[in-house]
């Protein structure tokens, strides 16, 4: 969500999840405050042992971060159409 696109990209969920294992995240975008970006990147980390221990450690992070607010300027919004699937329920009427 703060990228604005998927972190790995593949042909199918196999090679996603092979990707989510084996290699590091990209960087997030610059328009990410350095001290969020640090705070994500942590939570992503392979290691478990280096992850917050906890929800509520991972939003104290999270919280230390943000307390200096988020820079103001110019919003972007990417908008993408989602397919929605056809309803595998039929009425037999």
Avoid: H, I, Y
């Amino acid at each position: 969500m703060l990228a604005g696109r998927r972190p790995f990209e593949a042909d199918t969920a196999v090679a996603v999840a092979l990707a989510q294992v084996n290699t590091a995240p990209p960087p997030l975008p610059a328009n990410v405050p350095g001290p969020v970006a640090a705070v994500v990147m942590q939570a992503l980390a392979k290691d478990p042992a280096e992850r917050p221990a906890s929800a509520a450690a991972f939003a104290d992070l999270l919280g230390d971060a943000l307390a200096g607010g988020w820079p103001t300027g110019p919003a972007t919004v990417r908008t993408a159409a989602v397919p929605v699937p056809p309803s595998p329920c039929r009425s037999t009427r």
